[in-house]
């Protein structure tokens, strides 16, 4: 069973900046290499949305609208681990960040890790 663990949420003041980490483990029938990974937020009162996507090489990524220029994802596949460079930080990126990986139309979810931008 794939198992996600982020880390690296905090409080941090309006324009600093926070790099989460993704964690993955029990990949027993295919590689980390082979899941297209994403990042995902929750802030209170509002659904679950799409941050930013990187494929199973790492050599393309996405970003929501709100996450361009500031976000940065990116992956290590040797060492089973996605990251979230986030910089510039806004009072509306306060949120729970999830981490996500697919496979075959399969997802997998960890538990989350929050963010906090406050002054």
């Known amino acids: 069973q794939v198992h996600l663990v982020e880390s690296g949420g905090g409080m941090v003041q309006p324009g600093g900046s926070l790099r989460l980490s993704c964690a993955a483990s029990?990949?027993?029938?295919?590689?980390?290499?082979?899941?297209?990974m994403n990042w995902y937020r929750q802030a209170p009162g509002r659904e679950r949305e799409f941050v930013a996507a990187?494929?199973?090489?790492?050599?393309?990524?996405l970003y929501a609208d709100s996450a361009k220029g500031r976000f940065t994802i990116s992956r290590d596949n040797a060492n089973n681990m996605m990251y979230l460079q986030m910089n510039s930080l806004k009072f509306e990126d306060t949120a729970v960040y999830y981490c996500?990986?697919?496979?075959?139309?399969?997802?997998?979810w960890g538990q989350g890790t929050q963010v906090t931008v406050s002054s």
């Open positions: 990187i494929t199973r090489a790492g050599d393309n990524t």
């Open positions: 029990g990949f027993t029938d295919f590689p980390f290499s082979s899941y297209a």
């Open positions: 996500n990986a697919v496979r075959d139309s399969r997802g997998y």
